[in-house]
């Protein structure tokens, strides 16, 4: 009997490189020069996975038209990948879990609320862009996270069926955009704690990198 086609579908920011610090600090550093402080805990609860135009109108306001807001976001994020640069590097386990993954003939695809030129700065950057069969990002489509939009989106790319997908992600509008994709999710602590996801009942393990995964053994 042929097996249906499964696919594994990687946010990419905290999940594929554990960057979410940086992210938080380069946006905290945006806002403050706008006279916001805020708490980066709380800052990143509220947007890991929001898109960046979702996130400049939630805190500056709807009045921002779309030029505005991409040159704010274009501002923000050339001071993020500035920050990062230094840093960038693959979450342990990574190339390990994709090779596997490969091997077993499962599909990789990219859903991630970052713009073109993160996407470019990291998949291109660490030479990665090759193993996917499909990358969605914020340019895709029109709503970000907790929306299961971009995750749809991949698997419809990659020609697989949604109950057939696992979703790797390290915050919780991610695990519910996967929810409400109806797909499980492995999570990974690179930025909160265990504790911030017991509520999921899509999460079907919680790891600190990928070298703790097999990939053959994961649709069991």
């Known amino acids: 009997?042929?097996?249906?086609?499964?696919?594994?579908?990687?946010?990419?920011?905290?999940?594929?490189?554990?960057?979410?610090?940086?992210?938080?600090?380069?946006?905290?550093?945006?806002?403050?020069?706008?006279?916001?402080a805020l708490?980066?805990?709380?800052?990143?609860?509220?947007?890991?996975?929001?898109?960046?135009?979702?996130i400049m109108r939630s805190y500056l306001g709807d009045h921002l038209?779309?030029?505005?807001?991409?040159?704010?976001?274009?501002?923000?994020?050339?001071v993020y990948r500035e920050l990062y640069a230094p840093h960038l590097k693959a979450v342990d386990g990574f190339d390990g879990l994709i090779a596997q993954a490969k091997a077993n003939g499962v599909k990789l695809a990219v859903g991630t609320a970052a713009p073109p030129?993160?996407?470019?700065?990291?998949?291109?950057?660490?030479?990665?862009?090759r193993h996917f069969d499909a990358i969605v990002g914020a340019s895709d489509v029109a709503r970000g996270k907790?929306?299961?939009?971009?995750?749809?989106k991949?698997?419809?790319?990659?020609?697989?069926?949604?109950?057939?997908?696992?979703v790797f992600e390290?915050?919780?509008?991610?695990?519910?955009?996967?929810?409400r994709a109806g797909m499980s999710c492995i999570v990974l602590t690179t930025t909160l704690p265990a504790a911030a996801f017991t509520g999921f009942d899509n999460v079907i393990a919680i790891v600190r990198d990928f070298s703790?995964?097999?990939?053959?053994?994961?649709?069991a």
């Open 1 to 36: 009997m042929t097996t249906a086609p499964r696919a594994f579908l990687f946010d990419m920011d905290g999940t594929i490189v554990d960057n979410m610090a940086f992210h938080t600090d380069s946006w905290l550093s945006f806002f403050a020069r706008r006279g916001q």
């Open 117 to 129: 030129a993160n996407v470019a700065f990291t998949l291109d950057g660490l030479a990665l862009r």
């Open 154 to 166: 991949a698997a419809e790319l990659c020609g697989v069926a949604p109950e057939n997908c696992i």
């Open 65 to 78: 038209s779309d030029d505005e807001v991409a040159l704010l976001n274009h501002e923000k994020e050339s």
């Open 212 to 219: 703790e995964l097999k990939a053959e053994l994961l649709f």
């Open 170 to 179: 390290d915050a919780p509008l991610g695990v519910e955009a996967a929810r």
């Open 146 to 152: 907790p929306h299961p939009d971009v995750f749809l």
């Open 39 to 54: 708490d980066a805990d709380e800052f990143f609860r509220a947007t890991a996975g929001r898109q960046g135009g979702e």
